[in-house]
């Protein structure tokens, strides 16, 4: 039974509460990284969401914590179309012409590239062209003259002109409608990717000057015969809907609303069970002429054949792309580079990362950030597919090796982009809005040398950022910048939520992430923490477990606190500091979780008992003796520790007399109302209850809790009592009661102090010489009529703040050295009378001790002539007189010996 009962003890301890906390939070923090938080918020789990979203609002703090960047790149700008463009050259959108006249003066001015954060997909609207028409004065060539005239003026021809002259300095903007998770089924891909290869958009891009590359380590070959019959079924669908839509669309919309009903069409219906019979229907029909065309396909049908496909297809994390808005044909025909610019929010809405790349099928396009580094500097940039061991089981790819090389130096490798494994920047933003300077296009679009810029700036006598408007050279400013032209006016510019600012212009986010690879700081995450923080969670909660056990609530507080505060300081300073971002959310948890579930756990089961205990047992002792005892178990042995401490005895004087004149009642009820403030006065000055002797109290300064200033406790103490003393007189003496009189001895030296007694009897209490002494000087207290009477020893401790008078040299009994004895008198000062009597006194003392009796005994008759109740001086007094008349013999060296105890 005893062994039962020690392992139910062990089973129900502190250490395995925090035990299954932290296995819980082990299993959970396993849980939590084979997640996809890009999937659709409802699949997610409620509560791994509440702490996604508790991730990233941490992240928030400690990027504002941080504060702004000092270290962003001077080269880049946003031109802006702003308040005050919109004054001066109208409502947006813009004539073209106007927007080319700004390009082309930007360009002239040094500037190395303008990207757009804008889209041009519709046509400049020429209500004229309406007006000829239906002009019936005008005969047909003129009418035709007339349109010639207008179609060279036409806007869009005057900013396609500006792209073309322009074209490698300038990255057009686009942007895709919609984006399809990346764990889609094998088919969907494949379809989307061939039926892109059918599309307008596709020819846009592939006309486009090559500045990506993509290794595809896991790409799934598709059998040229099988590409073939699709791009056939595709060009059909292609050629129908163009014949059957082109009332209901404009030119510039058809070809996007076509390629758009052909992926949509292709997704439903391709390699799926219900094979379209017009279309994909040929291959499954014609597919022994398949087998003969290609003999390596091994198959003997089309579903067998994507099932196989299926089987070895790998997921790609790229964020997949559909339904592309493109510029007007002109602006297409005119360009070599653009770039997507859409924005991806996280959960709770706020955009920190950035794709680099998305991709459409086995095409990939880069974003207008990375397009315009990449034009900006005649780079390139290369990643690789490799396969994604995060998620085991699963046939994924992930984005490695994302690097930049230079095409001046044969496609040379110089840095890599620490993008995550779907291909995404963790913006390392600068600041708030307008860290980086904003132009206003309409400083670009007129003829003057200068122009003006807003940008954040520090003012050194505000003490903090301002945004600051400067007038500059235009050529000086412009020179070598890489502009990104974007939209800041209120009513047309795109708000975004960043960890800085809850309105934000979602140009200047792609100006931070063209920053972040420039400056190669770009935040990223740890390799090792997918696998390796559930292991450390384990070890962490384990470690805490074993500490939070064995310490006191007070104690596990703070070790709590230094736990957190030095998980921030090792985040702050050692990862956040250098662009690493870690889930500190873990550690923090894990330490508030297991300090939570013990503190909690000892609340209802240990500390309860100790409380209980401690209430009762504070009743005859100090608290301070509880807390000890309690603290540690070690406490409640037998044996004891020698340690240098002060010792305090008090005893009412005649207490044998006053008994006899009150009967028991009275004579209790006089001993609980002294005693009770007597044992009070104790404890508030850090002492110890020994025990009651009758109507003397026993106490000890000094442990169980050790502190160098015991001394003088002691002796306030002593002092406290006496002023209690004299309200209880008062009171005693009201009430008809007998006066009282106490005497005080203190000593201080070492005792042996500890649980003492038997196995079933035991005392905290003091022995030792030192301890009998402290009595003895109580006791003689009534020889030289004094109340305090405390040793040398104590003495040499307060005599820097305690006033006291040396009264004697004794040799107590059983001891060869004798002893000085003093009167302790008050505490830093005391008033005139008391200080003329202590000079007589002591004068008085110091020529007892020379024998020189006659003119000993008028100092001390001075004193008494001051207070004729000086105890010592009468004493003295009655002493010299007995020496004048027996003189002491020749070795007499002033020691009174003690003669009792």
Known sequence: MKNLSKKWKLLFSPFFVGLITTIGLYLFTIGYYDIDFDEPEDSI??????????????????????????????????????????????RWPWPRDIL???????????????????????????????????????????????????????????????????????????????????????????????????????????????????????????????????????????????????QNYDSSHLQQEVDRRITSYCLEKWLKPELDPDYTGRLADNWQEVLKADEDIKASSLEEWANKFASEYWANPVVSASDWVLNIDSLNSAKKHSGFFNAFQDLDGTIRRAYLVAHTGETYMPSVALKGFLVANNYNAEFQLVPNDRFKGYQYKKVSDFSITDLNQEAKKLFKLPVDEKGRLYINYAGPQKIFPYISFADLVKDGDTLFYEQRQWDGDKLTDVIKTTEVSKKEFLKDKILLFGATAIGIYDLRVTPFDKNYPGAETHLNVMDNIIN?????????????????????????????????????????LASLFSTYLIDKYYFFNNEVIVTILFPLCTILGVYVSITVYKYFTEEKNKRELKGTFAKYVSPAIVDEVLSDPENIELGGKKIRMSVFFSDIRGFTTISEKLDPKQLSDLLNSYLTPMTDIVFKNKGTLDKYMGDAIMAFFGAPIQYSDHAAYACRCALDQLVKLKELQAEYKAKGLPMIDIGMGINTGEMSVGNMGSETVRSYTVMGDAVNLGSRLEGINKQYGTRIIISEFTYADVKDHFICREIDWVRVKGKLEPVKIYELIAENNTNDSMQTVLSHFNEGFKLYHEKQWQKAIQEFEQALSENPEDGPSLLYVERCKDYISHPPEGDWDGVFVMKTK
């Not at 928030?60 to 463009?85: C, H, M, W, Y």
């Not at 590359?213 to 060009?235: M, N, R, T």
């Not at 384990?538 to 007070?554: E, K, M």
Request: hydrophobic share 40%; aromatic share 14%.
């Open 100 to 246: 080319a006249k700004g390009v082309d003066n930007a360009i002239k001015n040094g500037a190395k590239v303008i990207a757009f954060d804008a889209i041009f997909s519709e046509p400049t609207a020429l209500p004229t062209l309406k007006i000829i028409e239906n002009t019936p004065s005008l005969d047909p060539k003129s009418k035709e003259l007339l349109k010639s005239e207008i179609f060279q003026k036409n806007p869009d021809n005057e900013f396609a002109r500006s792209v073309y002259t322009n074209a490698d300095k300038i990255v057009l903007g686009t942007f895709f409608g919609s984006n399809i998770p990346w764990m889609n089924n094998s088919f969907e891909n494949v379809c989307l990717g061939l039926a892109f290869k059918g599309s307008k958009t596709f020819e846009v891009w592939d006309n486009e000057e090559a500045y990506l590359g993509v290794f595809d380590k896991l790409a799934v070959y598709i059998p040229d015969v099988i590409s073939e019959y699709f791009q056939s079924a595709i060009q059909e669908m292609r050629n129908t809907y163009i014949e059957n839509e082109k």
């Open 45 to 90: 789990n409620s509560l791994y969401k509440f702490f996604y979203r508790l991730n990233l609002e941490s992240f928030n703090q400690r990027i504002q914590s941080r504060g702004p960047r000092k270290n962003f790149s001077k080269d880049l700008a946003l031109i802006t179309v702003d308040e005050r463009s919109l004054d001066l050259i109208g």
């Open 520 to 560: 190669q700081n770009a935040f990223h995450s740890l390799d090792w923490e997918y696998e390796n923080m559930s292991f450390l969670v384990l070890l962490l909660g384990l470690l805490l477990s074993v500490a939070f056990t064995y310490l006191g609530a007070l104690q596990g507080l703070l070790f709590t």
